[in-house]
Each structure stands twice: as C-alpha cells, then as structure tokens.
C-alpha cells in the first residue's frame, strides 16, 4: 500500500470512530413519561408520608375527569359552545386532566386519564424521579424532573380562576388548606 493509501485508510478509520463515538454522545436521555397517580401513591399513601395518596383520593381533584361526564358538566359545555362532551373538549380537559395533551407514548402503563388532576400536573413527569432511591434524594429527584412549586396561589390559579364557569371561590389559602399534601414536619 503506498504512503497516500495508507493515510487516506487511516484518516477514515480516525473519522469513522469520531462519527461513531460522538453519535453515541448525542443519544437522546430517555423522555420521561406519565406514571399516574396510583404509582405515586405506592409510596405516598403511609401516614410517615402525610397520607398524601389518600388526601389526594378524597379531594375533588382525584374527581375532576370523572365530573365532566355528569349531565351538569354537559349542560356548562353546551352553554360554552364546547358540544356535549366536555370529557373529550381541550378547553375542559385542561382543568380537569393530567396528560390529555401529550402523546400517547408518554402515557405509561399504569397511567388513568380518568384519575382527573393527578400528582403529575404539579410535579412533572415521574418516570425517571419515581424509585425510592432517587425519592429519598431531593436535590437528584430535581434533576431527574422533579418540580417543586414555589408559588402554588400562581400555579392554583391557572384554572381556579373566574374563566372557569364553577368558580366559587378566590380564598386560596382557606381552599389549600383542604388539599395540602406536605409530608409531617420531624
């Protein structure tokens, strides 16, 4: 093989194995994907734990899906213009369900859209944060997507807000008090 040979071989062989090493650099980290809210509460359901999962079971927010198939909810669509069924209309979904608006392969398993506002709409996506390992490190199960609100009233008030047509009340504190889900101060 000549001089030029051997460097043309040599130069592919180098470029090849960058090509190679810098596409297995690139790969994209796993999506995280929609667990629901009965996964959470595997872990989140002792009173060591604040009984989160059943204060959550026992609120409205549990509720929230399953209300938009009453003959009220019906009434409230057809009276917005939304047709008669407000469990399939975005403007009601975005109230009253965690995940209806990302794709299906996002959903896991054991995810229930008929769950209504599940742990997910505050807390992000919690395939990649869920295992106890990671749990028990905030710091890490932040990193892997966690989101920790710091301004609740804000993130409450995208939909109990006068726009929704059963707004009742504007008292965040005397409403969060029937849902808080904080874990027991030691």
């Known amino acids: 093989m000549t001089n030029k040979g051997s460097a043309f071989t ?3 062989i180098a ?5 190679v090493a810098a596409a297995a650099q690139v790969q994209e980290s796993p999506r995280a994907t929609y667990v629901g809210a009965s996964t959470c509460g595997m872990c ?4 060591k734990q604040g ?7 026992d609120s409205l927010h549990a509720q ?5 198939q009453t003959d009220e909810a ?3 669509a057809e009276e917005k213009g939304l047709g008669s069924r407000p469990d399939t209309a975005e403007a009601c979904l975005r109230c009253h369900a965690t995940g209806y608006n990302v794709e299906k392969s996002l ?3 054991k995810f229930k859209i008929e769950e209504g506002i599940q742990c997910e709409t505050c807390h992000g996506a919690g395939s990649e944060y869920k295992s106890l390992k990671i749990m028990r490190d905030r710091q890490l199960a932040i990193q892997k997507g966690l989101s920790i609100r710091e301004n609740l009233e804000e993130l409450c008030a995208k939909c109990h807000n006068p726009e929704s047509p059963t707004f009742a009340s504007s008292d965040f504190e005397a409403m ?3 849902i808080e889900y904080n874990l027991p101060r030691k």
């Open 10 to 12: 040599t130069s592919f």
């Open 107 to 109: 959903l896991g398993k």
């Open 51 to 57: 009984n989160q999962y059943q204060i959550w079971q």
């Open 74 to 76: 019906r009434k409230i």
């Open 44 to 47: 989140h359901k002792s009173e």
């Open 176 to 178: 969060w008090v029937k």
């Open 15 to 19: 470029v090849f194995c960058w090509v």
């Open 64 to 68: 929230a899906f399953v209300v938009l």
